[in-house]
């Protein structure tokens, strides 16, 4: 029978991937002001990443900045 959770790991391990890239480069290129936040608003962003990365990717990669 069908199981969700192979799918649901596979979103998640992609998020996380994406998360930790996210909030080390990706936040900055939407929003230049968060290049000074500290690693407590970066761990804030974290879940955001994870479970939003979808959204996120493109509206990164649509934002045309890398840094």
């Given at each position: 029978?069908?199981?969700v959770a192979p799918i649901l790991g596979t979103y998640f391990l992609i998020g996380l991937i994406f998360g930790?890239?996210?909030?080390?480069?990706?936040?900055?290129?939407?929003?230049p002001a968060s290049k000074n936040s500290g690693v407590r608003v970066r761990l804030l962003l974290l879940p955001a990443g994870v479970a939003l990365?979808?959204?996120?990717?493109?509206?990164?990669?649509?934002?045309?900045?890398?840094t």
């Open positions: 029978m069908f199981s930790i890239a996210f909030v080390t480069k990706g936040c900055v290129a939407l929003e990365w979808p959204l996120l990717l493109l509206k990164w990669l649509s934002s045309g900045r890398t």
